[in-house]
């Protein structure tokens, strides 16, 4: 049986999405590996607070997700609506890992401002709106697209018919919310770098930079893809961006609990309000 140059396309597209969603399940497992020492010692040395039970759902979400990704891929599946069902599973917990893993920046930039509660209220507004916005735009956009499998047998995996344009507003949102937040971070760094020059602040205004410009750079990937490629390949590094910010953010919260330990223990005076992100006392 011939098939159209269309249909060997989409059953590429399907394929190269599967070896993706496998490679991301691998840098998981490789970076879970490599930190799994720091992280238990983490888990298990420090006080239960607020930001443990985040650090806690932004570590362990991507596993879902990276789960629901590999059903996905190598599980044939010729039932559409089904195929719907999980890609709509797949999206809202991506969007959800993505929330987690903004907020502990948020935190941050709040503690770099000294816990400035007049900041915090406007952050957290800014980010519940463009959360509902995001949510309420993704499923309105993915949810009546239709889902089409592969003609070709042997090809599993699924992906949408149609993609309105609609659904690069996520991305834009979370794109100009991550902008603000680097620009407040600039802000304080420069106006408290020489006040405040201890080797924790840098790191602190280190981290954030980095992240949000990773961030950046993969909402844009993530738009081009959109834009100017078809098939399987037009929301192919969704879930990358939102594995690889979740492994950015709770990797650098154990660098940061790690280099507080050793201010502690050295009896280091630091001038931020940690409380917020990492505990103060030394066993925290």
Not at 74 to 103: H, K, M, Q, Y
Not at 115 to 134: D, E, Q, W, Y
Not at 162 to 169: D, G, H, I, R, Y
């Amino acid at each position: 049986m011939e098939y159209s140059s269309d249909d060997i396309a989409a059953a590429r597209s399907l394929q190269f999405s599967t070896y993706i969603h496998a490679s991301m399940a691998t840098i998981w497992i490789y970076d879970y590996a490599c930190s799994l020492h720091v992280e238990w010692t983490f888990l298990l040395r420090s006080h239960w607070s607020k930001v443990k039970g985040l650090y806690i759902v932004t570590r362990y979400l991507p596993f879902i997700l990276l789960t629901t990704n590999l059903y996905l891929s190598f599980t044939p599946n010729d039932n559409p609506d089904r195929c719907r069902v999980l890609d709509d599973i797949d999206s809202g917990i991506g969007i959800v890992s993505a929330i987690f893993s903004e907020f502990f920046f948020l935190l941050r930039t709040y503690a770099l401002w000294n816990n400035n509660r007049i900041l915090l209220i406007a952050m957290l507004s800014t980010f519940f709106t463009f959360v509902v916005a995001s949510i309420g735009v993704a499923f309105a956009a993915t949810g009546p697209a239709a889902r089409v499998t592969s003609a070709i047998p042997g090809i599993t995996g699924c992906y949408r018919s149609s993609t309105s344009v609609t659904v690069l507003v996520p991305i834009l949102l979370l794109s100009v919310f991550e902008l603000g937040l680097m620009t407040l971070t600039l802000i304080r760094a420069i106006q408290s770098w020489r006040i405040n020059p201890s080797r924790l602040y840098v790191v602190l205004v280190n981290h954030n930079i980095f992240y949000y410009a990773c961030g950046l750079l993969f909402s844009v990937t993530n738009i081009f893809t959109l834009l100017l490629l078809q098939y399987a390949y037009h929301t192919l590094f969704y879930d990358f961006q939102f594995v690889m910010l979740a492994i950015l953010a709770t990797r650098m919260h154990l660098h940061l609990w790690q280099m507080n330990q050793h201010a502690h223990r050295s009896g280091a005076f630091v001038r931020i309000p940690m409380s917020d992100i990492s505990s103060a006392n030394p066993t925290a």
